[in-house]
């Protein structure tokens, strides 16, 4: 069954940081090029930072210098690393496959930053 399954949200204050955690299960891990996704309040969801299999790593230009994507194929997770954290990266965040090749949509876990 395949499952995905974010964590590490929270309450945070405009400057701070957050790990986020996403663990998969169901698929071939190592193989799979992951991203993580976001959706604000009444907007749609967007990609912020993808991670291939060989650690190609891509960051849209909002969160560029502030996130850091990564993973371990050993405990199947890919991570968020938020720095700087800022009131407009308040979202629900969710981690997946790339456009095209998505799975279904694990619960999200929600990051809200205050000012």
């Known amino acids: 069954q395949v499952q995905l399954v974010e964590s590490g949200g929270g309450l945070v204050q405009a400057g701070g940081s957050r790990r986020l955690s996403c663990a998969a299960s169901g698929i071939i891990f190592s193989r799979a090029a992951m991203g993580w996704y976001r959706q604000a309040p009444g907007k749609q969801r967007e990609l912020v930072a993808t991670?291939?299999?060989?650690?190609?790593?891509n960051y849209a230009d909002s969160v560029k210098d502030r996130f850091t994507i990564s993973r371990d194929n050993a405990k199947n997770t890919v991570y968020l690393q938020m720095n700087s954290l800022k009131p407009e990266d308040t979202a629900v965040y969710y981690c997946?496959?790339?456009?095209?090749?998505?799975?279904?949509w694990g619960p999200g876990t929600q990051v809200t930053v205050s000012s």
């Open positions: 997946n496959k790339l456009p095209g090749l998505q799975l279904n």
């Open positions: 991670i291939t299999s060989g650690s190609t790593i």
